[in-house]
C-alpha cells in the first residue's frame, strides 16, 4: 500500500530559485494539507484543500503555492526559495468530512535554501 | 492565540519503566485532541479524543481527555526501546480553518536499553 508518497525526499536550492514538491495519495480521501515543520517545533499547516479544485491558507501560506487539479495530487510550489523556508515538508491526508480525524502523512521532504 | 503546550520537552528512562506525557491546550472552539508518534519520518497516528474521561488504549499505550481542565495524558508501560519517538499533541479548533490542527513542540522520548 503505497498512502502517501512525496518527492523528493530531500533538495537543496539557492535563494531566488523555484521547485514543486510532490505529494500524491492513493487512498481517494478528499481532504489534502501540507504542513511544514521546524527543528524542534510542531507543525504549522501551509495549505489545504477539500477536494478537486478547492485549496485554502493554512497558518503560515506565505511564499507557497498550491493546486489541486485531482483527487490525487496535491503539489505545493516555492516560487522564490528563501532561507526561512528551510524546513521539513509533510504531506497529509484524510478522509472523514467535517473533521480533520486521522491524518495520513507522507515521508516528509527536507528543504534547504542556501 | 490558540495553542498547544506538551511537557516535560525530552525525557530518558530505561526500559520497563512507564512514563507519562502531558499536553495542555488553549483554543477556542476545541473539537478534538490528537496523539501522533514521529519517529524518523512521518507522524503516525496514536489516538484520537474527544470526550472527557474516556480512557482510550492500544496495548501499552493509553490516554485520557480532561476538557475541564484543559489537558491530556499519554501514559506508555512497561517501555521498551522501539517506544523511543518524538510524541506529538495536536488539537483541532471546530472555529478555525478546515483541518488546521495546532500542533505542541512534542515530547521526545529515548528509552534505553
Known amino acids: 500500500n503505497a498512502g502517501v508518497t512525496q518527492t523528493p525526499k530531500f533538495r537543496i536550492l539557492k535563494i531566488g530559485q523555484s521547485m514543486t514538491l510532490q505529494c500524491t495519495q492513493d487512498?481517494?480521501?478528499?481532504?489534502m494539507y501540507w504542513y511544514r515543520q521546524d527543528p524542534g517545533m510542531g507543525l504549522k499547516l501551509i495549505y489545504y484543500s477539500v477536494g478537486a479544485g478547492i485549496t485554502d491558507k493554512g497558518e503560515v501560506p506565505n511564499g507557497y503555492n498550491v493546486s489541486r487539479s485531482t483527487t490525487e495530487d496535491f503539489p505545493l510550489r516555492l516560487e522564490l526559495a528563501a532561507p526561512s523556508q528551510t524546513s521539513v515538508y509533510f504531506c497529509a491526508s484524510s478522509s472523514i468530512a467535517g473533521q480533520t480525524g486521522e491524518l495520513f502523512f507522507g515521508e516528509g521532504s527536507r528543504l534547504t535554501v542556501l | 492565540e490558540d495553542k498547544v503546550v506538551q511537557s516535560p520537552l525530552s525525557l530518558v528512562v530505561h526500559e520497563g519503566d512507564t512514563v507519562t506525557l502531558n499536553c495542555s491546550y488553549e483554543?477556542?472552539?476545541?473539537?478534538?485532541l490528537l496523539w501522533y508518534k514521529q519517529e524518523k519520518k512521518a507522524p503516525t497516528f496514536l489516538f484520537m479524543l474527544?470526550?472527557?474521561?474516556i480512557e482510550k488504549k492500544s496495548g501499552r499505550l493509553s490516554s485520557i481527555l480532561d476538557k475541564k481542565e484543559l489537558f491530556s495524558i499519554l501514559n506508555i508501560t512497561a517501555t521498551q526501546t522501539g517506544d523511543s519517538a518524538v510524541y506529538l499533541c495536536?488539537?483541532?479548533?471546530?472555529?478555525?480553518?478546515?483541518?488546521?490542527?495546532?500542533f505542541g513542540k512534542g515530547t521526545k522520548l529515548s528509552v534505553k536499553p
Open positions: 474527544t470526550s472527557s474521561g
Open positions: 487512498m481517494n480521501h478528499n481532504y
Open positions: 495536536a488539537v483541532e479548533d471546530n472555529g478555525g480553518s478546515q483541518g488546521n490542527l495546532i
Open positions: 483554543v477556542t472552539n476545541f473539537r478534538s
